[in-house]
């Protein structure tokens, strides 16, 4: 079992962010135009996201087969207010915006 520090969303956003510098170091000599630059900008940070969502989305993994066994446990209203408030949970928003921003580079560059 792995254990996640506070600085693991840190460090998974600098492996995107290293994962986004080479990919940027090895389109750069096909960039030409202001368009492709810009999508460039939007893959590194969308991977950077991506890396910082996909490790807190391991860590609530963790953290939901840890509370499924005490599940039980909780009443059936808590257990309605908890449904609610487990799909808005950073990971998942972090990982929507990195897709959104990597969308967007896509979008960026559909013009051109």
């Known amino acids: 079992m792995i254990r996640m520090g506070p600085w693991a969303p840190v460090a998974g956003a600098a492996v995107g962010l290293l994962l986004g510098i080479v990919v940027v170091l090895l389109l750069a000599p096909a960039v030409e135009t202001f368009d492709q630059r810009l999508a460039l ?8 996201l991506l890396g910082a969502g996909g490790t807190l989305l391991a860590d609530e ?3 939901m087969r840890r509370g499924a066994q005490a599940a039980e446990a909780r009443a059936a209203g808590a257990g309605v207010i908890a449904g609610l408030l487990n799909g808005l949970t950073p990971a998942r928003l972090l990982i929507a915006a990195s897709a959104f921003v990597l969308l967007l580079s896509a979008y960026v560059t559909q013009g051109s």
């Open 41 to 48: 900008v939007f893959v590194v940070l969308g991977l950077s």
């Open 61 to 63: 993994v963790r953290i």
